[in-house]
Each structure stands twice: as C-alpha cells, then as structure tokens.
T-cell receptor, first 116, second 111 residues
C-alpha cells in the first residue's frame, strides 16, 4: 500500500513569505503528526491532528499552523518565514487502535524547506 | 513519555552484531518500547516494538529484562547501509498522543 506522501519534496522561500506543506497519510490512518527537524534541535513535535481536530500542539509560535481535512490529508502553514525556519518538515500517520498503546507511526520523506 | 538515555554515537564493522542499549528507569506499567531508524534527509522508520522479554523481526531483535528499566536493540551482521541514527522511545500511546524524540544514537558502520 502507498506510504505517507509529502509534497513538495523541496522548497525555497524568501524571508517574510508564507508556505503551505501537504501530507497524505496512509489510507485508513486518521492521526497525522508534524515534526520539524534541524541539525541543532533534532526532531521537534509541531502538532497532531485526529479526525480534523488538533489534539496536541508543540512549543512553536503561532506562525505555525495546520489543519486536517475529512479525508485525513493534512496541511501545515508557516507564515512570515524566518531564516531559522529552514528545516526538514516531517509528517507521520498512524492507525489508532484503542488500548493498543503502540507508537507505530509511519513517516513520510519530508519537505526540505530553505528560507533565504 | 518516560525519559530515555542512549549512547550518542557508536562505531562498528560490517558483519558484526551491534547492540544499542537504552535506559528508561521510570518506565510505567503500560509503556511500550519502540525503536526507530533514520537515514539522512529521510523520515524515521519504525524498526521494532516490545513490552517485555524478547521480540524479533526480520530486521532486529529487542531484548527487555524483567524489570523493564532498560532495553537493547540488536542488529545482526550489520552492513554499511545500517549507518543511521537510532531512536529509543518509551511511552503509552493511549496516554501520550505525541512522540518526543531524544537525540538518538548515531551508528557508524565501517568497512
């Protein structure tokens, strides 16, 4: 079956612009999480969506936002881009099983965002 | 999520068995232990998960002692392509809705 698809794969933006990244989860997965990865900070949790509702949010400024559609596809938006927003943005989906306790997430290959 | 401690980096040679140990002294009763592998510029990949004793799949084995305060990921006969960062995660998905990644262990396989 198809994995988690993230588009675009690479993106170059200018400071002050905004950007929208897209994530299509594995079919049937309703939970989508977003992460930012930089060499200095490692993998940092941005937010998680489940059934179109944001369920968890990491410690990022309000310039970072997201949403999830009824087909579970998710988008994240970063407004007023800063040089420090240059990073690999990763999306992960999971199949929630009540009582499963599992962290069996599937990650996409990410979107490499460069802010110049 | 329980706090985990793992070595920052490890070196090994092709064909060797590699064991990466993760300490998690405050693991809770319902917590699972999960390992991910990440190659440069790719997303982490789920390797193996366990609750107690030993779990084995086609990629690795996971050894968990009776007190569950540590776990060891074992990679048999590594190759150069096993060079990656390995993350140990401990938690209960029903309680903690997000994964918090630590720094991981950077494994470097030498020819």
């Amino acid at each position: 079956k198809a994995g988690v698809t993230q588009t675009p794969r690479y993106l170059i933006k200018t400071r002050g612009q905004q950007v929208t990244l897209s994530c299509s989860p594995i079919s049937g997965h309703r939970s989508v999480s977003w992460y930012q990865q930089t060499p200095g900070q490692g993998l940092q949790f941005l937010f998680e969506y489940f059934s179109e509702t944001q369920r968890n949010k990491g410690n990022f400024p309000g310039r970072f936002s997201g949403r999830q559609f009824s087909n579970s596809r998710s988008e994240m938006n970063v407004s007023t881009l800063e040089l420090g927003d240059s990073a690999l943005y990763l999306c992960a989906s999971s199949l929630e099983i009540a009582g499963g306790g599992s962290y069996g997430y599937t990650f996409g290959s990410g979107t490499r965002l460069t802010v110049v | 999520l329980a706090k985990t401690t793992q070595p920052i980096s490890m070196d090994s040679y092709e064909g060797q068995e590699v064991n990466i140990t993760c300490s998690h002294n405050n693991i809770a009763t319902n917590d699972y232990i999960t390992w991910y592998q990440q190659f440069p510029s790719q997303g982490p990949r789920f390797i193996i998960q366990g609750y107690k004793t030993k779990v084995t799949n086609e990629v690795a084995s996971l050894f968990i002692p009776a007190d569950r305060k540590s776990s060891t990921l074992s990679l048999p006969r590594v190759s150069l392509s096993d060079t990656a960062v390995y993350y140990c995660l401990v938690g209960d998905r029903d309680r903690d809705d997000k994964i918090i990644f630590g720094k991981g262990t950077r494994l470097h396989i030498l020819p």
